[in-house]
Each structure stands twice: as C-alpha cells, then as structure tokens.
C-alpha cells in the first residue's frame, strides 16, 4: 500500500516537474522568439536583444545585446529609456507588475558597458493626486557605462561618463512638484569622469572625475556652477539672497548618502577651495530659499581656500586667502542660508591671510587670522577709509594685534548676541576723524542682541588721534584698560552707548588743539576714582593780534602751564544718572596770564555771577576741597589809547574752595567758603575771604580783603600804559569788607597811606608838572596813623561785566572816598574842569603864539619885497656898469 502511494506521488511530482520544466522551456521559448513583440505591444519600449534566458521560478533575468527604445518619445508621464546595453542580469524581477501593472521593479539590476538615455517622468500632480509609474531598482550595479538622466522637461539632471557605479537602495522618481531631489541611496562605490547634476534651475554641480574606495569618495575639479548670469539671477530670482559660485581642485570624504533630498557625508577635505558669493541690494521681508537642498557634513577641512563675497556692481564686499578652516559637524539647508551664517557648525578652527573687509566707507585688511569659537586673533590690521565725507566718522587705523576671548556669541533671529571675557589692542596707531554733522543719525543698533557684555578690554602702546572739525585730540603711549563693559537697550539712548566698571587710562605726550589753543600735559592718569595730570598746558595758537582781529567782541585770551594736577574721588559724566563727587583736586605750581583787549567791542550779553553759573550746571556736582598751590596770576589789559597793556601781578598765589556744588548733590552744604592769599604785584601780601551759596537765587555773597605794605609805585605798570599816571607812597594797608547780590554791592574800605602822590604824563612820557601839582592839591597824600573806615553804597552791577567788575567798582568808591573826601564826586569833577581849563588856556596860548608868528612872517616877506624892488630900479638907471666893475674885482 505504502509503496503504490509512493509510486503515485512520484508520478505527480514528476509529472509537475515536466510539466514546469516544460512552462519554463516554453516560457524562455516563447519569450526569446515574443517578448519583444509584447513589450512593444504593451510597454512603451521597443526592445531588442542577442540572448535572453529567463528564470520563472526566481524572477532572474539574463540577456545580452539589449537595446531599447521609446515608441512615444514625447510622453512625460512614463520612464523613458533608450540606448544599449552589452549584458543586463536582473534578479527577482516583478514579472505581475511588468505584465499587469506595466512598471518595473526589483531587488537587483546588473548593467555591463550601458550607454542609456533615462528620461524621468513628470512628477506627482498634487491637484490630481496622480503618480507616474516608477523604475524601482532597489540595488544596481553599473560597470563602464555612459548614463544621462534627463527631466520630463528634457533638462538635463544627470550624466557620467566611465561610470562604475554600485549602490543600495536606490529611488529614482521625482516625489512632487518641488525642488526634491529626483533620486536617493544609502550605500554606494562609484567611479566616474565628467560627472554633472543639476538639482534645480540655479545651480549645477560638475566634477572631472569621481572615485571611491573603501568608502572614501575622491572628486577632482569640483564645482557648483550659478546657471544664471548675475543679471538673470536678479531678473528671475528678485528675492534670494545669494548667488554662489564655488570651484574646488579636489576634495575627498567618506560616507557619502543622498537620501530625501538631504546630502551627508563625513572627513570632508577640500583643496585649493574658491568660493565667490554674490550678494544682492534686495532686502525683502522674509528671506527666501537661497539654497534647495540640506547638507550634512561630518568633519570638514578646507585647506588653501579663497572666499570672495561681492557686493552689487561687482565691488569686493569680503575676501579671504589662504584660508584654513576645520569644522565639525557643518549643516546647511534652506533655513540657515537665510541667516547671517548661512550654515551650522558645532566647532571650527580657521586661519588665513590677507583677508579684506570693505564697510560702507572703510577697507579692513588683516594679514593674518585666527579663529576658534571662543578666540579670535587678529594680526597687522590696518582700517583705511575708501572715501572721504565730512559728514561720517571715518577711521584711519592700524594695530599689530586684536584678540579676543569670548564666552558666547551666536545669531538670534539675525541679531548679534556676544558675551566677551577679553578684548586685546596692541599699538593701535592713527587717526578717527569724527562726523561734523550734529544733526547725524543715532545709530540704532538693530543688529545686537541685548545685552552685549565685554568683561575686560586692553588697549597696549597706542598712539591714536581723535580729530573733530580739525580739532585734533592726540593720545601718544596710550595705555588703558575697561573692565564690566556693558551695551543694553538703556546705554543706548545715552551720547556713549555703554557703561563701564572699573577702568585706568594713561597717557603720555597729551595734545588737543582748539581753534586759539592747544592743550598739551607729559602725562595724563585716569581711573574709575582718581585723575592725575603732569606738566598740563594751555597755550595759545596764534598771537595776540591775530586774536584780536579774530574775536567778535571782546574776550579773554590765556596762557596757562600747571605743573600737577591731582583728584580723587567718584564720578560718572556718560550715563543718563551724571554726576561728580570729588574729595580732593590740588593744582600745583599754575602759571597763568590772562589776557584781555578792549579794542574790540564790548560783549554786551549778560555775564551770570559764580553761584549762578554753578548752578546751572544740570548734574549733581560736589568738590570737598580745592586747593591752589605756588601759583602766579597776571591779568594784562589794553585800550586802544594805551601804550602796551596794563599789567596786575598776584604771584606766591595760595587758594582753598571747600565745598565747590552745583547744588544738585543731596545731603550736601550748598555753602561755599572760599580763601585767598598771595603777593600783590610781587610786593604786598593780599589775603581774600569770600563765600556764597549756589542755592540762594540772589546770588549773595561776602567777600573781605586787605593789602598790606604795597609801594604805590608797583600799581604803575597797570595804570601807566592807559591811563598816563604814575604814583609813589606807601599803601600801609587797604582792607575792604563787602557784602552783595546780583544787583550791587556795598560795605566798608579803609586805606592807611603815607605819602601818596601822583604824576600825571605828557604823551612822550614826560612828567607834566602843572598837571600833577594841581592833581595833588587835591589827594590827601596821607592818611594819619588810624583813618577811619568809609562807607561804599549804592554801586549797581553792570549785568554785562563779570563779578569782578563790580567789586572793582566798589574798591574804586572807596578810595575816591578815602583819597578826596567825602565830597570826592563834587571834588574829582572840579579837579577835572581845572585840568580841563587849563588845558585851555595851555591851548589858546599855543594858538596866539602861532598867530604872533605868522604876522611877524609876513612882515618879512613885505619887506624883502621892497628890497628886490629897488634893485630893479637902480639896474635900470644905468647902474649897471658898476654892477660888472664889482663883480670883476671880485
């Protein structure tokens, strides 16, 4: 029984087996003398081929001489094939959908010597939802083929020449209407020459050969190719960002995989890199893709690279060479191509030389770099300006060094965010010319990320010049540092848009040059507490006469040496919140000569008294103590009758300000006391007390003096020149107590006075002894040994003088008062109508002396008139043999 099912079940599967043996042989049959017929029949290709044998059972196919063709060249809605192939080996084919649902699918395509054009079909219609039929190859093997891959539109995608390819996982259908990528694998090895793909309608990516081993690609003359002219590219694409042009000589990585439209790769290497960047004047609202695909790559090296970005016109915006970079884990897509940085990174190190940076009006050169994502150094930097505009700050600037070390920075929605813990400048040398434009435009600062920190700042061995309106202010050996630097939307609004912490200044050589003067100090040391200044002065530009020719109105001109100054204490004169807290200033050893003419006319604006003008000052103001040491003052004066000017002299000069506001400081006395002394004209102690408070809005005041010992001969330089008057004697001592306000000033003088005369001088110089005589009748030449004090009352302030006007004025009272009596104004107007009349009668003497002369003058004439008329008469009676008898004997 067992062997009669045996023999039964061997028959079956025998007769199954014949029975496939003979499908398949029929099959391979059928197929070698019909398959082309139904391809033709039922596909859209002509087929033909020299051999074909066809596996069923596995879905293997192998044929050799292949040919194809399209018979509808002109579809776009279905693969396109033609050329030839030497061998073709398919394995597990999907013979159900060649037949029925006529697409082409399967696990294995083997290509030996191909020359294909590959036509894609259209892509997706997203309206429709309709799908081209797809040539899936999942793995393929190309040895020696000749490949072009063309769009629907017959554009050219793709084409290699020599190309030994294999790859896995291989998609090649355009998946929508975008800009995706029409093909996509995991694994690959290639070899190829005169490589070209054309992702999208901007760029095409060329390469003259293409080899891999082990994974490693190898491409030679690489390029990414703009297929538009920079024109073009305006005229089709007004709202992208960019165009790139980038060429390499040979570039080599690993690991390369172009899968859903995104490139990776990774130990990217390329050499002798150039990349030009095209930049537009564009600016639309939201940036555009400038780039359609997303690269990943590992680790990047660019060895020997270029970089150049042009503005429009063609003009150099950047340029970079012998670049150097390294940067792991590079991204680019769409998103960061509209950024500032058009790509992630996750580190880099970049040197390079002779890079170039052109601004709106300044070309930056560095000859040498170095950057890391937390350093920067920067060597033989020079900052030239490319124009000249009186209406912009411009920067004429070398250094030998800039670094930086930084703790972050990066891009927050295209703004600035920066956190720097060191910034180095070393011998920084040149000019900033300021704009002259006081209307310019604040800068607004859109570009920074609030708030930008820098914690310490190193300025080295500088010398830099800072010129406003041919003002030049010059900083030689200039040596500073800043530390807790601060920019925030607050510091912004302000004239220096940050604010600082601690921070020391020095200097050497200091130099500012005005219009009339120039202000120079051997050294200059500034810090966040204390000032200190050596061998400060402030000299005059031009001459005397040219100052004069020069002022409107009268002013004071002055020329001024101090040989230290020194203060300590607090301030802040930069941000909104101004202030000055000083505990100590001292000036040591002031040389000062003012001078004033009164040639020019009177400035007759109104002169503000000290406490007023102390308080007009609109930040809060305190001086502890000032003091005024070893000093000289000389006023010098000059009218347009004066011969030469008049001279005052305070030398040994000694002076203490405690107190010194502007009312502004709260829990501070608004009472300042002030003392002087010194030696009037080189000869007399002089002491001064004078004291007022900014805060009493009559601006009152006191102020007490005397002069002790003052040879009246030492007034002489002063009144001599202009007024014509010498004096002798002895002023024991003049001591005057005043008190006022801004409308006047009275109080008391007394003068003890020995033998005090004057001189009145002839224009030659020459004493007028009538004048003087007569003067002197007048002035009580001593004052006895305990005169009493006169009243000085009733002396309103001229608003166009200074302070010191009126108290001259009530001085001048005083010693009318003291000099001529208590009727001195009656007294000094009779002294005047004497001299006058005499004058007078000096005059009308003068006049009949000339007219005596005259008549006596005529007379003679007359009578020489007479004489020479006689002799004409005698010549003509005959005398003139006797005429020639005389003149011969003679």
């Known amino acids: 029984m067992k062997n009669k099912k045996f023999r039964i079940f061997s028959i079956v599967l ?72 030497d061998t073709l080996s398919v394995s597990r084919l999907g013979i159900f959908d060649l037949i029925f649902n006529k697409s082409v699918s399967t696990d294995n395509l083997t290509l030996k010597n191909p020359r294909l054009n590959i036509n894609l079909p259209k892509p997706i219609d997203e309206k429709t939802g309709k799908k ?39 998609q090649m259908t355009e998946k929508s209407l975008g800009d995706q990528l029409p093909i996509a694998f995991e694994k690959y090895h290639l070899t190829g020459n005169n490589f070209f793909f054309r992702p999208d309608d901007l760029y095409a990516f060329t390469a003259e050969s293409i080899s891999t081993e082990n994974g490693q690609m190898n491409v030679k003359k690489f390029a990414v190719v703009p297929l538009l002219s920079y024109q073009n590219f305006l005229k089709y694409f007004p709202e992208k960002r960019n165009l790139f ?66 503005k429009p016109g063609d003009n150099p915006l950047f340029v970079a060479e012998n670049l150097t970079m390294q940067i792991s884990h590079l ?21 390079g030389k002779n890079i170039s940076f052109v601004s709106g009006h300044e070309n930056v050169k560095v000859a040498h770099l170095s950057v890391q994502p937390k350093s920067a150094d920067f060597q033989n930097i020079s900052v030239k300006p490319t124009t000249v505009n009186a209406d912009k700050t411009s920067l004429n600037l070398t250094a030998n060094q800039l670094s930086f070390q930084i703790n972050d920075w990066q891009f927050i929605n295209n703004k600035l965010k920066l956190n720097v813990q060191n910034i180095l400048v070393d011998q ?42 041919n003002q030049p202010l010059v900083f030689k050996d200039l040596n500073a540092n800043f530390q807790n630097i601060e920019m925030n939307a607050q510091t912004i609004k302000e004239t220096i848009p940050f604010k600082t912490g601690n921070y020391n200044l020095t200097t050497r050589d200091f130099n500012y040059k005005t219009k009339f003067y120039n202000l120079t100090a051997s050294l200059l040391k500034l810090n966040k507490s204390s000032v200190q200044i050596s061998n400060f002065a402030v000299k005059p530009t031009v001459s005397r006469e040219q100052f004069i020719r020069m002022i409107p109105a009268e002013k004071d001109l002055y020329d001024i040496t101090v040989s230290k100054i020194s203060a300590n204490g607090k301030w802040d004169l930069i941000s909104e919140n101004q202030y000055l807290n000083l505990g100590n200033v001292a000036l040591n050893n002031v040389n000062a000569n003012v001078f004033r003419s009164k040639i020019p006319k009177d400035d007759l604006t109104e002169k503000p008294m000290y406490s007023e003008l102390l308080r007009s000052i609109k930040f809060p103001l305190f001086i502890d103590n000032l003091d005024i040491t070893n000093s000289l003052l000389v006023y010098e004066e000059d009218t ?30 608004t009472q300042i006391p002030i003392s002087v002394n010194c030696r009037f ?43 014509k008057i010498q004096a002798t004697g002895l002023i024991s001592d003049l001591i005057f107590d005043f008190k006022g306000t801004k409308q006047g000033i009275r109080g008391t003088l007394k003068m003890v006075h020995q033998n005090l005369k004057v001189s009145i001088l ?55 008062k003291t000099l001529i009596g208590k009727n001195a104004p009656k007294t000094e107007q009779s002294i005047k109508n004497t001299v006058g009349n005499t004058k007078s009668a000096l005059e009308q003497n003068n006049i009949e002396l000339k007219e005596t002369k005259a008549e006596v003058k005529e007379k003679l004439n007359t009578v020489n008139g007479k004489v020479q008329e006689k002799k004409e008469a005698l010549k003509q009676k005959g005398f003139k043999n006797l005429f020639k008898k005389n003149s011969s004997s003679h």
Request: hydrophobic share 40%.
């Open 331 to 351: 991204q680019m897509n769409d998103e960061t191509a509209k950024g500032n940085i058009p790509f992630k990174y996750e580190n880099f190190d970049i040197k």
């Open 640 to 669: 347009k009758k004066s011969d030469g000017p008049g001279k005052l002299i305070f030398s040994d000069f000694n002076m203490n300000v405690k107190n010194l506001n502007s009312a502004k400081m709260a829990g501070k006395s």
């Open 428 to 469: 920084l040398n040149g000019t900033v010319r300021t704009a002259n434009n006081s209307k310019k435009k604040k800068p607004t600062f859109e570009g920074i990320q609030f708030p930008l920190k820098v914690k310490n700042v190193v300025l080295k061995n500088s010398n830099v010049v800072v010129d406003r309106k």
């Open 762 to 816: 002839k224009p030659t110089g020459e004493k007028n002894k009538l004048l003087s005589a007569m003067a002197n009748v007048f002035v009580k030449s001593d004052s006895g040994n305990y005169p009493a004090s006169v009243e000085v009352e009733g002396v309103e302030r001229d608003k166009t003088k200074s302070f010191f006007n009126m108290l001259w004025r009530g001085i001048e009272q005083g010693l009318k």
């Open 245 to 310: 042009d980038v060429k390499a000589a040979e570039m080599s990585f690993k690991d390369f995989i172009i899968k859903d439209n995104k490139w990776s790769l990774s130990n990217a290497k390329f050499d002798n890199l150039e990349i030009t960047v095209f930049t537009t004047p564009v600016k639309p609202k939201e940036k555009k893709r400038s780039f359609t695909s997303e690269l990943n790559l590992g680790n990047v090296l660019l060895n020997n690279a270029k970089i150049k970005i042009l």
């Open 132 to 170: 081209a039929n797809p040539v899936q190859f999942k793995n393929i093997n190309i040895s020696r083929g000749n490949i072009q891959i063309f769009r629907h539109s017959k554009q050219k995608l793709l084409s290699v020449k020599d190309l030994t390819l294999m790859v896995q996982n291989l």
């Open 14 to 85: 025998g007769i199954l087996l014949l029975l496939f043996l003979s499908i398949n042989f029929g099959l391979n049959l059928w197929l070698r003398n019909n398959l082309p017929g139904y391809i033709k029949k039922n596909s859209e290709y002509i087929i033909t081929y020299k051999t074909l044998d066809v596996e069923l059972e596995t879905g293997n196919i192998f044929a050799t001489g292949i040919t194809i063709n399209n018979q509808n060249p002109d579809r776009t809605d279905k693969v396109g094939l033609q050329g030839r192939i």
């Open 681 to 723: 004209m080189n000869a007399s102690p002089m002491n001064i007390k004078w004291s007022f408070d900014t805060a009493n809005t009559t601006d009152a005041f006191v102020i007490s003096g005397n002069i002790a010992d003052l040879p009246a001969s030492r007034i002489n330089p002063f009144i001599e020149p202009y007024l």
